[in-house]
Structure formats: C-alpha cells, structure tokens
C-alpha cells in the first residue's frame, strides 16, 4: 500500500491523488522539530471528528491514537463523549440504513446510519453517569472544583476505567478534549436530569475557550486533522485564528462549499480568516472518513519507530 501514496507517486487521480497528499501533510506535522530558540518543540497536533467516527468502527483507530500520545488536543461533539462510555457499557450492533423508522421505534432500538443502539444502553449510562455528577456537584460545593466541559470528559475518563476508551486514554495521557456543544446529546440529557435531580452543577465554558485558544496561542507549530465538519471544524480553525492560522491542516468530509455551510469550505477559505496560514499546503479529501482515515493513520502515525512520536 506504502508503494502507491506518498507525493512520488504521480499515477493515480481523483480523490486518490488528495489521499496521498494528505498523507504528506501528516508526515510533514509529525516530522517538524523546532530550532534554535525552539529546539525541543513538535507540532501541535489538533485532531477533531464528528460523533459518528465514535459510533462506527473508527473509536479503534482514535484509541490508538490517544493511547500511544500521537495527538495533542481532541475537540468533538456531544456525542462524540458519550458514545465512547456507551460503548464500554454495552454493545452497538450492526444493521441497514433502510430499516423503518416506526418500527425501530416500536421495538427500543435507535439507528445511526447503519449502526442500531438500544434505548437500554443509554439507561446503563444514565446509571453509571449520574452518581459521578452527584460526586462533582459535591466537589464543586466543598471544595469549589471548578467544572469546565473538558475537565468533566477527563473525570469521566478516569471513572470508566477501561482501556477500551478514547477518554480512558486522554485521561491518563493528560491530552485535553473539548467538547463546546456538550449538551447537545445524552450527556446533556443527563445533565437536564441532573439539575432537577440535585441542582447547581455549573459548567464553564469560558474557561475551556480560554484553554483551547491559548494551547494554540503558544504552540510553536500547530497541524490539524478535521474529520466531518460543523463546530468541531470551527472550533479547531478559529483557535488556530489567534497564532495567525495552523501551518498544516487535513479536513475529510463529503460536503461541498455551494451551499456557504462551514464543513463544505475548502482550506482555502480559511486561510482568507487566517485560521491556516498563506503559505500552507492543505489538503482536503472528498470522502467518507471511515474508509479514507485508517489509510492515513497506517502510513503515518502507525509507521512511527516504537509507535511513539520524537
């Protein structure tokens, strides 16, 4: 497979022609090293991905990539959090995007694409989950613990205990993930619940803009990988706004940019809000993450000598 990507190789069109592009940016994130003043330094890698990449097969290939420290920052939605405990809690089963929705309904069973979750497994994370937020409201009263949506995914990380979660590994490898939309799905359920259960959780979000916006303010460097679009594309880009624009940047999805929407938007137009610098060599694939995202993290990170970054 190595033989027929990378930049010497002129054979190929299409979305191909992309893939291998993308695959030299990626080698270019993890093969930048700082000099002089910077000596020391490495790319700053900002990896963002839609809730679906947590849902379908792709939690794996994240995994791999928080556990072995390959990337630096996560931001990802609402559901990108919860799926991820889900998961750990029961299983997901596969079935068809064409089977009914009525009848799905009838019979306790949600469908994402063509993946079927049933309603009993957002039970078990209600019941695993509210106990944690009684404990953090409790924190918050006596010790004034300060919560802030990506300190709550690290708490939750660490409670899971189990190696088979992304935030497992974030957790215990202190990479922050930042979720600014996390009530958008059954964690934000969870926490409607709780606010009448035993009210006066606050979550910060100020504080997390802050964090992020600042991780990129004093990163010498700074690639991003965007899989999908919407506010966890924006969120990466606009933090990447505040040094002047990322110096490398991948985005896969499917959209096209007729329509004005921010995940249709090539490279190019963020560089016009200086969120990826002038002189960068972006790239974008037009394709469905789940087949083109493991391809790259096999020609890149993957090859890595002791599957560590230098």
Same mark, same amino acid.
């Given at each position: 497979f ?5 930049s ?5 069109g ?8 993308? &695959?030299d940016e ?5 093969q ?10 490495r790319?700053k ?13 792709l939690?794996?290939?994240?995994r ?7 990337v ?19 299983p997901?089963?596969m ?5 009914p929705g009525a ?7 949600n469908r ?12 078990k ?5 509210m106990?944690?937020?009684?404990k953090m409201?409790?924190?918050q ?11 709550? &995914? ?6 899971i205990?189990?190696p088979?979660?992304v935030?497992?590994?974030?957790w215990?490898?202190?990479i922050?993930v ?9 964690l ?7 606010s009448?259960?035993?009210p ?9 803009i802050r ?7 004093y990163a010498k ?6 899989c999908?679009?919407g506010?966890?594309?924006h ?10 624009g ?5 985005y896969?999805?499917?959209?096209e940019e ?6 249709g938007?090539?490279p190019?137009?963020?560089v ?10 972006s790239v974008? &694939? ?25």
């Amino acid at each position: 497979f190595g033989k027929c990507n990378g930049s010497t190789n002129t054979c190929k069109g299409f979305q191909a022609t992309f893939l291998s592009r993308a &695959i030299d940016e990626v080698n270019k994130m993890l093969q930048w090293k700082g000099e002089g003043e910077e000596e020391g330094a490495r790319c700053k890698i900002y990896l963002g991905y839609t809730s679906n990449m947590i849902s379908c097969g792709l939690r794996d290939v994240i995994r791999f990539l928080t556990e072995h420290k390959m990337v630096d920052v996560i931001v990802t939605t609402g559901g990108g959090i919860e799926e991820d405990f889900i998961k750990c809690l029961a299983p997901t089963f596969m079935g068809e995007f064409h089977l009914p929705g009525a009848a799905l309904r009838d019979k306790g069973l949600n469908r994402i694409g063509n993946l079927l979750i049933p309603n009993d497994n957002y039970c078990k994370f209600e019941d695993w989950v509210m106990p944690i937020l009684d404990k953090m409201l409790e924190e918050q009263k006596k010790e004034g613990t300060h919560w802030t949506p990506s300190r709550i &995914i690290n708490r939750l990380g660490k409670e899971i205990n189990n190696p088979e979660s992304v935030y497992y590994w974030a957790w215990k490898n202190d990479i922050p993930v930042f979720c600014p939309a996390i009530t958008d799905g059954s964690l934000g359920d969870m926490l409607y619940f709780h606010s009448y259960h035993n009210p006066g959780l606050v979550v910060d979000l100020v504080d997390d803009i802050r964090e992020i916006n600042n991780s990129s303010v004093y990163a010498k460097h700074t690639g991003i990988i965007i899989c999908g679009g919407g506010v966890i594309k924006h969120h990466i880009c606009n933090a990447n706004l505040m040094r002047n624009g990322a110096d490398y940047a991948v985005y896969i999805n499917t959209a096209e940019e007729f329509d004005g929407s921010d995940a249709g938007a090539r490279p190019d137009e963020a560089v016009s809000w200086g969120k990826i610098r002038q002189d960068a060599t972006s790239v974008k &694939i037009h394709s469905d993450f789940t087949l083109v995202f493991p391809l790259i993290v096999a020609e890149t990170f993957a090859k890595l000598p002791g599957q560590k970054r230098p």
